[in-house]
Structure formats: C-alpha cells, structure tokens
C-alpha cells in the first residue's frame, strides 16, 4: 500500500525540488496528488501527471465540498427543504454536483482499468462492489441492489472525504511548521534519527516516532478541519443530557471547533504546542490524545481514520526529511475560513532542500 501513496509523494518532492528557493502557492497544492493516491488504493490504477480528467474530478469535488450554509445542512434532515426550495438552498447545485463527480468517476475508471473482471476475483474496489451485487441477488433490501443506487454514493463519499480531507490538513500542516519553527526543527531530528536521510519513510516506522504522533494529534486539534462534524444529526427520540432534555426531532451539532479549543481542557489552546501530548518520559498520553475527536466518535466515526494517518504520516514526514518550509510572509493568517471545511487562507511557501543530491 505504502508503494502506491510513495509514487504520488515521489511527484510532490520532484514539484517542490523544481521550485526550490521560490515562492510555491499552496492553496490546493495536494487536491490531485492525494485524489491520485486514494484513486491508486481504491481502484488499483493511478493517472499519469497532468492527466486533464483527474484534475477536473479533484475541482470538480474541490466545489461540491465548497457549497456551504445553512440551507443546505438543514436540506439533508428536513426533506421539504429539498424538495421545494432545492435552488435556493444551494441543495440542487450540491445534488448536481455530486452526479457530475460521479459521472467523471465512471469515465476515469472505464479509461484506466481495462475490461476482464473475473466474478469471485477482484481487482479492486469497484469490482468487489459487483461480486455483492452478484452474491445478494434479488434481495431488493440490500444496499448492494442496484435499485438502491449505493455504489455512486459509496464511492462519491470516500474518493470527497479522503481528497479534501487529507489535503486540507497538509496545507495547514505545513503553515504551522513554519509558523513554529522549533516543532519543525524536533519533528526533523525525529526523522533523522529514525529513518535516516536517504530512505523512504515506511508504515513500520510510524510506532518509534513518538514526537511525529504527538504533532500529528496537535494538527488535528488545532485545525479542526471539520468544525461541525459533518452531516448534522436529529434525535430520533427524546432524551436528556446533563440535565438537558432533548426532544425528538431535536438538531444537534457537534461544537469540535469548540471541544478542541476548550481553556479548561487544553490550557492554552491557541499555541501549537505537541509537547502536550507527551509525558514527562516523552511517552504519548493516553488520557490527553483521546480527548482529540477530528475523526469524530461513535457509529458514523470516520471510516477512513487509519488510511488518512497513513497518508499524513508519509507526506509529512517525507517531505520534512527532504526540506525545510519557510513562509514568504513574516505573520501568515492563522484564521481558517467558516463553513463545513475549515480551510487555510491562501499561502505561499518556499521549500529548501537539507541535504545536496
Ligand atoms: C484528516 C483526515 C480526515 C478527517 C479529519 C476526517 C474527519 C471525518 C469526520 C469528522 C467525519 C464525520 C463523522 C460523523 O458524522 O460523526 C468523517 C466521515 C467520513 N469520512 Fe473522514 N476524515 C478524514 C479522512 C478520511 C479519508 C482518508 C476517508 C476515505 C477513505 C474518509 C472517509 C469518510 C467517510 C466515507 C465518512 C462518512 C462515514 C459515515 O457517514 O458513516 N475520511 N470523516
């Protein structure tokens, strides 16, 4: 698996190496390097560079993730809104959207995976889909029967949650270690001590690297690239908490933003600070890391957790052990945009490479 995500990260090096020393825009910077990463694990083909179509899915996914407000939050647990106001709510533009990006889908999967799927033997993600189909039959109450129309938005979820996601946090990532040099500067003798200067990082690594899972808990905290949790919920029934009661039918919405940025949990929560995660033995503590919810929790909790750390784990770090980022402006802006995404405001990065070839 880590072969896949390498070959895309091999390009990102090569990117920053041909830009060495001058002002890179990041806003973006990761959206087809980590589509082209999730795309190669799903599907088991990657594009080659610059492939036109893969650049229109990840703007294509970029916009429908970029459709916000509260119309539209409250469409998807009020039918009604859908169903007579779905202009002006911005429901229909996010709906249209979503069947755009799955048309693109189908086209790049038909341009890059040649035909000869054998039944019982899948070569991938789409083609498992299809063995189910096969396997439940008529059973017209499975999400695998063709009348309920899953795969589109199966599909849909992971290849949006996992692109947007991911590369959102890589640009914030990289905002703060210039931001706080010195967690730069700890994170890359981390990586010099464990991995060394010329091989590739690999997943193995990832348990010794104490100080690297500390800042990688930090990112999370502090971006909070997810304020509101995703999708909204409604009590289904009614209910009390903390002496609240909750009726039925009741929204609710996850504060993350809030949780990960409580004084009376974090102490000072405005520092980018992974020390405190750590104990004084420079263990990672437990009872404090679990207080991060950037994944959030319980039956809808991230499906694609341990792939996104994967992933973050090998960008960050091999990008940290080739070079190290400096900001061209002396006090970037740290504000994240509102809405469903938090997303960094519009940066620009130089990249200097530690070592001569
Ligand atoms: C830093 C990276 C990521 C963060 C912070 C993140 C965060 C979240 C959050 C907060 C939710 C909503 C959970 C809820 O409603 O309670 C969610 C759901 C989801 N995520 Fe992620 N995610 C990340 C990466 C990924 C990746 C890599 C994938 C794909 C493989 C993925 C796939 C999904 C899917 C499919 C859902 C919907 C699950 C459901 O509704 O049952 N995510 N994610």
């Not at 959030?296 to 957790?305: A, L, N, P, V, W």
Request: hydrophobic share 35%; with cysteine.
């Amino acid at each position: 698996m880590e072969n896949r995500i390498h070959e895309e990260i091999e390009e990102v090096l090569e990117m920053f190496k041909a830009q060495e020393g001058k002002p890179l825009k990041m806003k973006d910077f990761f959206h087809v390097s980590i589509l082209n990463a999730t795309w190669s694990l799903f599907m088991g083909q990657r594009f080659e560079r610059g492939n036109e179509k893969l650049k229109h899915l990840a703007e294509a996914i970029h916009e429908f993730c970029t459709i916000d407000g509260f119309l539209v939050q409250l469409a998807m647990l009020v039918p009604a809104i859908s169903k007579y106001i779905p202009v002006y709510s911005g429901f229909q533009r996010q709906l249209d959207g979503l069947v755009a990006n799955y048309k693109f889908m189908e086209e790049a999967y038909n341009e890059t995976l040649p035909p000869g799927h054998v039944q019982g033997q899948p070569r991938n993600f789409k083609e498992a889909w299809m063995d189910q189909v096969e396997l439940i039959g008529d059973d017209k109450t499975s999400s695998f029967h063709p009348s309920q129309n899953c795969y589109p938005k199966t599909a849909g979820d992971v290849f949006m949650s996992s692109m947007e996601s991911v590369s959102t946090t890589l640009e914030w990532t990289l905002l703060y270690m210039c931001c706080v040099p010195e967690v730069q500067k700890k994170l890359q003798a981390e990586i010099d001590q464990m991995i060394g200067t010329t091989r590739s990082p690999l997943l193995i690594d990832r348990p010794r690297m104490t100080y690297m899972d500390a800042v990688t808990s930090e990112l999370l905290r502090f971006s909070t690239i997810t304020p509101m949790n995703g999708p909204w919920r409604r009590a289904t029934e009614d209910g009390e908490y903390k002496g609240y009661t909750i009726p039925r039918n009741t929204f609710l919405v996850a504060n993350t933003y809030a949780l990960h940025h409580d004084p009376e949990v974090w102490g000072d929560p405005e520092n980018f600070r992974p020390e405190r995660f750590l104990t004084s033995d420079g263990k990672i503590d437990k009872n404090v890391s679990s207080q991060v919810l950037a994944f959030s929790t319980g039956k809808r909790h991230c499906i694609g957790e341990n792939l996104a750390r994967d992933q973050l784990f090998l960008y960050i770090v091999s990008i940290l052990q080739k070079f190290t980022v400096t900001c061209t402006n002396e006090n970037p802006s740290l504000v994240g945009s509102p809405g469903m995404v938090r997303y960094p405001q519009a940066f620009e990065l130089i990249f200097t490479s530690r070592f001569n070839d």
